[in-house]
């Protein structure tokens, strides 16, 4: 059992920066990847951003390259997401997901191949 539990969501205005965390309780960190997803109002979950259980390898979605980074560290069994120049279409809940089962050197997107969620936070970007 995975516990994740996200912070650092709030409102900020178009263009600027916001740091998430999320913080796992239970299992030892280096054993998953890590993802996360963001659902605006009204659609689906969609992929944002993935970090392979090393740290070593990262994934993002088209429209978050060179703004988001996903970084870990593994002594504070934390994931980060660091978001710049945001804008107002990225407002959204903003979820962290562990991925424990999947093939070593596989990185998951979907988020059906994720194992454990957190509840979820808040992001809103103001025009």
């Known amino acids: 059992q995975v516990q994740l539990a996200e912070s650092g969501g709030g409102l900020v205005q178009a263009g600027g920066s916001l740091r998430l965390a999320c913080a796992a309780i239970?299992?030892?960190?280096?054993?998953?990847?890590m993802g996360w997803f963001r659902q605006a109002p009204g659609k689906e979950r969609e992929f944002a951003a993935a970090?392979?259980?090393?740290?070593?390898?990262?994934f993002y979605a088209d429209s978050m390259k060179g703004r988001f980074t996903i970084s870990r560290d593994g002594a504070k069994n934390t994931v980060y997401l660091q978001m710049n120049s945001l804008k107002p279409e990225d407002t959204a809940v903003y979820y962290c997901?562990?991925?424990?089962?999947?093939?070593?050197?596989?990185?998951?997107?979907?988020?059906?191949?994720?194992?454990?969620w957190g509840q979820g936070t808040q992001v809103t970007v103001s025009s």
């Open positions: 997901a562990a991925d424990l089962f999947s093939p070593l050197k596989e990185v998951p997107r979907s988020s059906r191949e994720y194992d454990y």
């Open positions: 239970g299992r030892i960190f280096n054993n998953y990847n």
């Open positions: 970090i392979s259980r090393s740290g070593g390898t990262t």
